[in-house]
């Protein structure tokens, strides 16, 4: 059975650092396929940063140069590193994971399993 847990959150000011974790199981012994996407109030679920099973990563523009997607030493888990933070970073962000990036790492569809979600809240 694939699991998909995270960690981290909360609460920052504009321009302070959050680190998000996620932990997927059920794998076995291959690489998955692994992305975060974060969901505005009112929005839909957007990907910001997505991990293919040979490790390259691909960020959305807005994030790029502010999030660091990396992987543990531990089969995939990964962090996610999030600097120089801004209001509209504020969201519920979800980790999700699939057996291989069968579509672009962004995208939804690519993904079949899902983490329960964390709240990230960026004001002064």
């Known amino acids: 059975e694939v699991q998909v847990v995270q960690s981290g959150g909360g609460s920052a000011q504009p321009g302070g650092s959050l680190t998000l974790s996620c932990a997927a199981s059920?794998?076995?012994?291959?690489?998955?396929?692994m992305g975060w996407f974060h969901q505005r109030p009112g929005k839909g679920r957007r990907g910001v940063a997505g991990?293919?099973?040979?490790?390259?990563?691909v960020y959305e523009d807005d994030v790029m140069g502010r999030f660091t997607l990396s992987k543990s030493d531990v089969p995939n888990t990964l962090y996610l590193p999030i600097h120089n933070m801004r209001p509209e970073d504020t969201a519920m962000y979800y980790c999700?994971?699939?057996?291989?990036?069968?579509?672009?790492?962004?995208?939804?569809?690519?993904?079949?399993?899902w983490g329960q979600g964390t709240q990230v809240t960026v004001s002064s």
């Open positions: 999700a994971a699939a057996d291989w990036c069968r579509y672009n790492r962004l995208a939804r569809s690519t993904y079949q399993y």
């Open positions: 059920g794998f076995g012994d291959g690489s998955a396929c």
């Open positions: 991990m293919n099973n040979e490790g390259d990563v």
